[in-house]
């Protein structure tokens, strides 16, 4: 039979064990550029990721639920129709930050986004 101290220390091992492992594996995805992504994306194909960039003029299409994503050397298909919220400035030249599946279809990458979040203009707005 193990001493008092012992079972404290076998407890203690087990729980420090226990909360290391959730730590490590639940680690979010770092945020990649478009550019990052589209270099890397043989790798990365069918893998959830985080992407941010800025949204095209023109681009958003309400209908199909769209919008392209633009790099400095690459554009990217962002479909959010899986998107459980949208802030509500999505909007030409916003930078937005999309969270979801890479694939490959119909000839295009495309990211199937999960989570889409925008950045606040008056935040980066100039004071009077």
């Known amino acids: 039979m193990l001493s008092y101290r012992n079972r ?9 064990i226990a909360v290391l492992g959730t730590i490590f594996l639940q ?6 550029t478009v550019d990052q992504l589209m270099e890397d994306k043989s790798t990365l194909l069918d893998e959830e990721v985080a992407v941010r960039g800025e ?4 681009s958003i299409n309400e209908t199909s ?11 990217l ?6 998107a459980g919220s949208i802030s509500n ?3 030409d030249n916003r ?3 999309a969270e979801g599946l890479f694939k490959f279809a119909d000839g295009l990458y495309v ?3 999960e989570t889409i979040k925008t950045s606040c203009p008056s935040k980066y707005e100039e004071e009077a």
């Open 27 to 32: 680690a979010p995805a770092p945020t990649l």
């Open 77 to 82: 298909l962002i479909d959010y129709s899986n």
């Open 89 to 91: 400035g999505l909007g």
């Open 95 to 97: 930078t937005v930050y």
């Open 55 to 58: 949204i095209r003029d023109g």
């Open 8 to 16: 404290l220390l076998l407890i203690g091992g087990v729980v420090t």
């Open 65 to 75: 639920m769209t919008f392209i994503l633009e790099g400095s050397d690459f554009d």
């Open 111 to 113: 990211v199937e986004a």
